[in-house]
């Protein structure tokens, strides 16, 4: 399976302009609210119309600004899921999950059994979309989409209006779904948890902008950009400059620090996950003396604003087991920033 997506579209306030393919995969589209991933799976899907570039699946056409071609939705033989799951409130689980099936009566009864089988809806076809839970809505939702063959599906943040428990749940049956259905997909979320458990690579848009574009492993170790940085998560950013080859001085934390890879020659910042930080006995490479300024309980962890002993730096956000912090019992410590976990910025 293969889609080649290349478009453009003017929105309110910014243009829309992404580039990227999928090949046998699951995409995660990731950014704040507002950046254009969704609209990005309405043009997919041919629900809105970029105003120029082309879409293709498979080697069809589904979108040509230049050939004059523009599929209907139907014709695309895309699996959309949307935010509200989108079911007809006025037919039955059957009914909707057979709505875009194709072939004889006796094909689409087997095919509903296969569907009720495989996502464990058997005795609720004959009930409609209000008597069921939010958990039964979004199974009967991905049901109809298989049901209907699609080469491709697109989920537009499939679990938003889930609690926690039952959105956990049903991300194990997406995972297993992913596996068994065989084809790609293209998923949107703010969540970069679910992105990264859900998907293979992920694409970073920002305003419209694709800012970043890599496996999960690599775009987390590495985001290529400051707002890349942000969206995954990353709470340390300072503005930085090269000072050798492997070193870099962090300006707002007042740290000068070696890197395991080169400092490009216009490095702007500097950045580390709050978890990569680690204790040690005493001062050394990488390893100031630091003063907890700030300490944060959470449901698991302590957060810890630390900044440079005697100094006025900004501090750092580091996260520490409880049992961790509750047995280090002072202030002041000595704190390892990894060498081979800075993320270095240029843009």
Wanted: some cysteine.
């Amino acid at each position: 399976m293969e889609l080649e997506v290349k478009i453009r579209k003017k929105l309110r306030g910014f243009d829309l302009a992404v580039e990227f393919s999928v090949r046998d995969e699951v995409l995660a589209l990731l950014g704040a609210s507002g950046c254009g991933k969704s609209m990005t799976l309405k043009c997919i899907a041919g629900i809105e119309k970029p105003d120029e570039g082309r879409i293709l699946l498979n080697g069809r056409t589904l979108f040509d600004s230049e050939k004059g071609v523009n599929l209907a939705p139907q014709k695309r033989r895309v699996g959309y899921l949307f935010q509200d799951y989108a079911l007809f409130p006025n037919m039955t689980v059957a009914e909707n999950i057979t709505f875009s099936a194709r072939g004889t009566k006796e094909e689409k009864r087997k095919l509903l059994e296969r569907e009720l089988a495989r996502f464990s809806l058997e005795g609720l076809e004959n009930s409609y979309p209000k008597e069921l839970s939010g958990g039964q809505k979004q199974r009967t939702a991905f049901a109809r989409i298989l049901a209907s063959d699609a080469e491709l599906l697109l989920l537009d943040e499939p679990f938003s209006a889930l609690d926690s428990y039952l959105k956990w749940q049903l991300e194990l049956e997406l995972l297993h779904l992913f596996d068994s259905y065989g084809r790609a997909a293209v998923l949107v979320s703010h969540d970069r948890g679910e992105a990264y458990r859900l998907a293979d690579r992920i694409a970073v848009l920002s305003s419209g902008a694709l800012e970043s574009l890599g496996t999960k492993h690599a775009l987390f170790e590495q985001p290529g950009t400051l707002a890349a940085t942000l969206l995954t998560g990353c709470k340390n950013i300072s503005r930085a400059r090269r000072t050798a080859e492997h070193e870099l001085f962090a300006e707002d934390w007042q740290i000068t620090l070696h890197s395991a890879a080169p400092v490009p020659e216009n490095l702007r910042h500097v950045g580390i996950r709050a978890h990569f930080f680690s204790l040690r006995e005493e001062a050394a490479e990488n390893t100031p003396r630091m003063e907890a300024v700030q300490i944060i309980e959470d449901a698991f962890s302590y957060l810890v604003m630390a900044k440079k002993a005697d100094s006025d730096a900004a501090p750092v956000r580091w996260e520490i087991e409880k049992i961790a912090w509750q047995g280090l019992g002072q202030k002041e410590f000595y704190l390892h920033f990894p060498a081979d976990r800075l993320i270095l910025l240029e843009r």
